[in-house]
């Protein structure tokens, strides 16, 4: 299996991965246990005009929900699948290294996020995993229990 796991790309973007709907986003989030809140990024990207269908997980230090947010929609993982809100995002940070991993209890919820995913070719489990990355500048490890990883 080939090294570049997704994880490492979301290192340094604020994109974990991409999901058809925002429906799927907000369920991703259900069974990542680190996830509280969400964010379907659906605005066209400049450069193709082409739909992102982005989703971005975040966790309880998100900063604010922002209103007004063209393009976005966005819920909390409490809420029922299908309550979306429109036009609204969470803001959160580029330096939460943590805040890119995907934590779920068993290998059957990663399989389940793993499905949602729009561009993943392959996935891996890791009961308890040790990620080293960097954040400005400065060398980060995490340990990371229930570690899915998403491959590219």
């Given at each position: 299996?080939?090294?570049?796991?997704?994880?490492?790309?979301?290192?340094?973007?604020?994109?974990?991965?991409?999901?058809?709907?925002?429906?799927?986003?907000?369920?991703?989030?259900?069974?990542n246990r680190v996830?509280?809140?969400?964010?379907?990024?659906?605005?066209?990207?400049?450069?193709?005009?082409?739909?992102?269908?982005?989703?971005?997980?975040?966790?309880?230090?998100?900063?604010?929900?922002?209103?007004?947010?063209?393009?976005?929609?966005?819920?909390?993982?409490?809420?029922?699948?299908?309550?979306?809100?429109?036009?609204?995002?969470?803001?959160?940070?580029d330096n939460d290294?943590?805040?890119?991993?995907?934590?779920?209890?068993?290998?059957?919820?990663?399989?389940?996020?793993?499905?949602?995913?729009?561009?993943?070719?392959?996935?891996?489990?890791?009961?308890?995993?040790?990620?080293?990355?960097?954040?400005?500048g400065e060398s980060?490890?995490?340990?990371?229990?229930?570690?899915?990883?998403?491959?590219?």
């Open positions: 299996m080939k090294l570049s796991a997704y994880f490492f790309a979301c290192a340094s973007a604020k994109v974990m991965f991409h999901t058809r709907n925002p429906v799927d986003c907000h369920d991703s989030c259900v069974l996830c509280q809140f969400w964010t379907f990024d659906n605005r066209p990207d400049p450069e193709t005009e082409q739909k992102r269908h982005e989703c971005h997980h975040q966790n309880y230090d998100s900063y604010e929900s922002i209103h007004e947010a063209e393009f976005m929609q966005c819920g909390s993982f409490a809420e029922e699948q299908g309550a979306v809100h429109r036009n609204c995002r969470f803001e959160f940070g290294f943590g805040r890119k991993f995907i934590q779920t209890h068993t290998p059957k919820e990663c399989m389940e996020i793993y499905n949602l995913c729009r561009e993943c070719s392959a996935y891996e489990w890791k009961e308890y995993d040790t990620v080293t990355g960097e954040v400005n980060v490890t995490e340990h990371v229990p229930g570690h899915c990883l998403l491959f590219i």
